[in-house]
């Protein structure tokens, strides 16, 4: 797949309200170029110093670059974003230059470019996620180790909805439960689920190339003997009742599918759902109130709700 690199010079303060316009226009992993970076040292725990080039740096301000799948939209997706960015202004937010420039990349500049900024992330309590290619030790004897090859398609776990999920799988998971996870993407939240205790996955995409990834991953962190993946769409024609059904999806996603997975859990199962806009989040609890669960936690990060629903 050929990418197109995105980057737009602007200003420390507009780093949040862009990343936020670069996310929701789809973008497949927001880097920030920030001079202040080069002289910062990296997360303690990992004691190391990024190898950063000062010539990909600007000497004030910082660049902003994003990674959008060259295809038929493509053009108008990026003057969504200009104009998106241009109407931070009404809001008092210093845009900078604003100096936006496209350029096309290929696949291996692209794995490249991102590999420099994908590092090991503390997720939760317990979870850590590295990417393969770094040689990672754990920090205690608890800790708990998920390795991911991202690939180009399913980003590298560490998005606030996955993250959210995670930590709400680490606080209601218990040991030998069965889950379902619903669009398993590169299988990050099944494989959380193994290494938290569950007895066995069943994970569904609608996407064949995500049930690859899961299977790959799976694997790659030798649990692949207890995670049953499989391309379904959502929980169609799926007939049995688990303990946890855990979803990182869009709200208007979820939607389509809370009275299934109401159907799917056994009684006083948990229905973790991720993936929803603080926009969206009354009308994500609202149908799941419909559907007969209560729900029993709401969390946040950045503009991202996860909602922990009981079967009642
Ligand atoms: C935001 S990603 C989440 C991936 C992963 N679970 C995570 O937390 O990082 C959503 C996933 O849902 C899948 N998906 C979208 N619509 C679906 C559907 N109707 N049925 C099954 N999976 C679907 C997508 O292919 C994608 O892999």
Redesign the pocket.
Known sequence: MKWSELCIHTTNEAIEPISNILHEAGASGVVIEDPNDLIKERESVFGEIYELDPNDYPEDGVYIKAYLAMNSFLGETVNEIKQAVNNLLIYDIDIGSNEITLSEINEEEWATAWKKYYKPVKISERVTITPTWEDYKPVSSDELIIELDPGMA??T?T?P??VL?IQALERYLTKDQTII??????G??SIASILLGAKEVFA????EI?VKSTILNAKLNKVEDKIYAKQ???LTNVNQQVDVIVS??LAE?IMRFEKDAYNCLKPGGLFIT??IIQAKKQQVKDALAAAGFEIIELTQMEDWIAIIAKKM
Request: proline share 0%; glycine share 18%; aromatic share 8%.
């Open positions: 399913f980003g776990g998005h909805t996955t999920s996870d619903v669009g398993s993407g590169s990050v939240l569904y995409d609608l996407d995500a379904n769409n959502l990182n999806i996603i991720s993936g």
